[in-house]
């Protein structure tokens, strides 16, 4: 049985924006709440292309970039709170995964009285404020995916909200706002798609079509390489490999979900605020040596697709890419692991690491 729902229509390509504006048409003569962080919407450029293509369809705005990275539920409530406060009829994210993950929370949250109790629940409810998400980075494809991540201070970790209410109506997925990022995120957001892919892979959930899916972001990622870990600018071909990359793993794990390896990467972030690309790079290769036991067959085809020959060369090419592991104490391995292990994600791979395994990985990832 083959089950795949991708209901965003997506424009990619330089230009999107304002080549494909007339999608604003439908909402001429009414209000959109613009969800940002502080710097990247404006500093690429994409909020300007936006406001742009809304005043050409007589469509008022308000710009919120109060969005910090790792949003908590307080801050998408509050989000929720000024978008009915303006009478938004639509939302717009710009930005990373930080950014996009918040404005389809508060689409939902803005149509939707869920209690902050119920929110990692999710909604049966189909409905919420249609999206329009505009990716600033090239790593979550969160403009494809019906999930929402956020940090959960009551689990100590970072907790994914769905619905399919949240899958945004319209991505405009260009590479030129990808431009402005450093070296440094565009290596650790470029991972962060290359694990979806290579976690869809893994995924209870994978079929033939997600795989391929998977295959294509990888080879992606694998031909971005040399301009990752070179000098040289990178350039706008690569940038849009990356952000394609990004996209297409995306619509894999919209079908799929994300396993163990951001499970554990949660736990990086949530408490020693490791970027959330770079920490699933650091889990990556030994949670694969870990599944490799259970499962050689699935680590070989992925290593394959890498185009590598062993998880020996998996870590070099991790530690090229993002450097220095963090040290970690024992102690806290302890609770990471065990946070983890509770983690919904890590319940859905084909192959489900034991608590002990998951410390071993840890203890192996980290310095
Ligand atoms: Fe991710």
């Known amino acids: 049985m083959i089950s795949f729902s991708m209901p965003v229509r997506v424009f990619f390509g330089e230009n999107a924006v304002a080549e494909n504006s007339a999608v604003f048409e439908r909402f001429s003569g009414k209000k959109a709440f613009i969800v940002t962080g502080a710097r990247s919407a404006k500093e690429s450029g994409a909020l300007r292309d936006v406001s742009a293509a809304l005043s050409k369809h007589a469509i008022e705005y308000e710009v919120w970039s109060d969005v910090v990275p790792n949003p908590g539920v307080e801050l998408v409530y509050r989000g929720a709170k000024e978008a009915r406060k303006c009478g938004a009829a639509f939302v717009i994210g710009i930005g990373g995964g930080s950014a996009m993950d918040a404005a389809k929370v508060i689409a939902l949250l803005a149509v939707n009285p869920i209690p902050k109790a119920a929110i990692f629940a999710g909604s049966p409810e189909p409905k919420a404020l249609p999206v329009i998400q505009i990716p600033t980075t090239s790593g979550t494809g969160s403009e494809v995916t019906p999930n929402s991540v956020l940090s959960n201070d009551t689990d100590m970790t970072k907790t994914s909200v769905a619905s399919p209410a949240m899958f945004a109506d319209t991505a405009f997925v260009d590479p030129r706002y990808t431009v402005t990022m450093d070296r440094k995120t565009t290596a650790d957001t470029a991972v962060d ?29 694998v031909s971005a390489e040399p301009a990752l870990l070179g000098e040289e600018e990178i350039s706008m071909k690569e940038r849009a490999s990356l952000l394609y990359a990004s996209t297409v793993a995306g619509m894999v794990i919209a079908q799929t979900g994300t396993v163990g390896v951001h499970a554990m990467g949660y736990q990086l972030t949530y408490h020693r605020s490791v970027p959330h690309g770079r920490a699933n790079g650091f889990i990556l290769t030994d949670y694969l040596a870990a599944v490799e036991k259970h499962d050689p067959v699935i680590v070989s085809t992925i290593l394959e697709e890498l185009g590598l020959e062993d998880l020996c060369e998996l870590r070099t090419l991790m530690d090229r890419l993002l450097g220095p592991r963090p040290a970690v104490s024992d102690f806290e391995i302890e609770g990471f692991a065990k946070r983890a292990a509770a983690a919904p994600g890590m319940r859905n791979g084909a192959v489900v690491l034991t608590e002990s395994e998951i410390r071993s990985v840890y203890r192996r990832s980290l310095a």
């Open 193 to 221: 798609a290359m694990t979806h892919a290579v976690e869809g892979m893994m995924s209870k959930r994978a079929g033939r079509l997600t795989d391929a899916l998977a295959a294509e972001a990888i080879g992606c990622f």
